[in-house]
Each structure stands twice: as structure tokens, then as C-alpha cells.
T-cell receptor, first 112, second 121 residues
């Protein structure tokens, strides 16, 4: 079983739609959680951190359920520019201390 | 702030040659740098963690003698792919984690370089 699992998609949605991505992680000792965005052939960029209380940044809302080891990202009013791959990322302890473990990514395509 | 550069951005080489990739933190000092590899349509996989002045810690399955990492200063880490083979063709991305005094609210955040696309013929 992968440490961080995501539905690879693609999710094809029209502009203005609301879309939700889910992610599960296997290590219950994981300490912090993030959503990153990666455009084609580019490096990942931090979209937002995810907190237990849930947090919102503009059109983006992230939720964390530690009991279920489940993370979600909701995007409202999708824009064409939201088309990208969204990576669920978990920070935990690795061989050399804190390390990020990346999910396989969920691809979003927003169409006009 | 928090800019990480990588050089080269793209490299094509013949099988058997060695390729060096540089990762620099431009406006902060990085206590730790990470090297990732991403194959097409797959996610980033951590290869190794390097701390300035000490040996890198490699993830399981990553050959330390093939992927040489040197972290000689707080702003530079290098990855050398020795005797490259076509199966080493991949997107190599580094990231850097800042010392707390530089970004108090981002101590654990990793800042990613733009990546190096390696093609081995």
C-alpha cells in the first residue's frame, strides 16, 4: 500500500465548477500535511498547509481528518488556470529526520 | 525570498558519462537539502537528504555510489549521476529547508528548485 494515496484522475470540469480531491495516508504518526500544485514539467509549488480545524484560502478549502487519516481539497469556482496536478503531501519522520512523502497526484483539467 | 535554483535545467548525455546537477539556495541558508526524482506520470520520490558538512542519507533502493551528493556549504548541494544509463533519465528536483532564523513561519517548509530534466541516450 502506498504511503499517500490519491485518485490520479483526470478530473475534467467546466469553468466555475466546484471540485473536490481526496487523499489518504497510512502513517498515523505523520505530523503535518500539505497540498502542492505541480504544472506540467515544472517543480511543485506549495498551495496550502492543511490543519485539523480546516482552513480556507480564497477559493481553496482544505480539511484534515486525523482519525480517518484523510485529507481533502475543495476548489470552488474553478478557473482555467487551476488546471494542474494537485499533490497531497505528508510530513513525517524518515531516515534522516523530517521528510515529505508525496502522493501520486490528481490531475485537474478545467475546460471553458 | 526563498528562491532555489538548479543548474542545468536540461541535460542530454551519452550512456556511461557522469552528470553533475547543482542546487543553490539564493537568498537563504539551507540546513538541509533534499534530492527527488520524478519519472513520467509518477510522483516525486525522495532519493536522499543532505545536511551541510555531513554525509547524505539515502533512501532505500538508491545507490549512494551511483548518486553522489555533496553539500559543501549552506547554499549549495550537488548531485552527480555517475555512469548514467538510459533508465536514469528522469526529472531531478532539489529542495532546500531554511534555517529557522530566515523564515520563522516556514521552518519546516521545503522550497523547491525548478528541476533538471536528464535524458541519457
Amino acid at each position: 500500500r502506498k504511503e499517500v494515496e490519491q485518485d490520479p484522475g483526470p478530473f475534467n470540469v467546466p469553468e466555475g465548477a466546484t471540485v473536490a480531491f481526496n487523499c489518504t495516508y497510512s502513517n498515523s504518526a505523520s505530523q503535518s500535511f500539505f497540498w502542492y500544485r505541480q504544472d506540467c514539467r515544472k517543480e511543485p509549488k506549495l498551495l496550502m498547509s492543511v490543519y485539523s480545524s480546516g482552513n480556507e484560502d480564497g477559493r481553496f478549502t482544505a480539511q484534515l481528518n486525523r482519525a480517518s487519516q484523510y485529507i481533502s481539497l475543495l476548489i470552488r469556482d474553478s478557473k482555467l488556470s487551476d488546471s494542474a496536478t494537485y499533490l497531497c503531501v505528508v510530513n513525517g519522520l524518515g531516515r534522516a529526520g523530517n521528510m515529505l512523502t508525496f502522493g501520486g497526484g490528481t490531475r485537474l483539467m478545467v475546460k471553458p | 525570498g526563498a528562491v532555489v535554483s538548479q543548474h542545468p535545467s536540461r541535460v542530454i548525455c551519452k550512456s556511461g558519462t557522469s552528470v553533475k546537477i547543482e542546487c543553490r539556495s539564493l537568498d537563504f541558508q539551507a540546513t538541509t537539502m533534499f534530492w527527488y526524482r520524478q519519472f513520467p506520470k509518477q510522483s516525486l520520490m525522495l532519493m536522499a537528504t543532505s545536511n551541510e558538512g555531513s554525509k547524505a542519507t539515502y533512501e532505500q533502493g538508491v545507490e549512494k555510489d551511483k548518486f553522489l551528493i555533496n553539500h559543501a556549504s549552506l547554499t549549495l548541494s550537488t548531485l552527480t549521476v555517475t555512469s548514467a544509463h538510459p533508465e536514469d533519465s528522469s526529472f531531478y528536483i532539489c529542495s532546500a529547508r531554511a534555517e529557522e532564523r530566515f523564515f520563522a513561519n516556514s521552518y519546516n517548509e521545503q522550497f523547491f528548485g525548478p528541476g533538471t530534466r536528464l535524458t541519457v541516450l
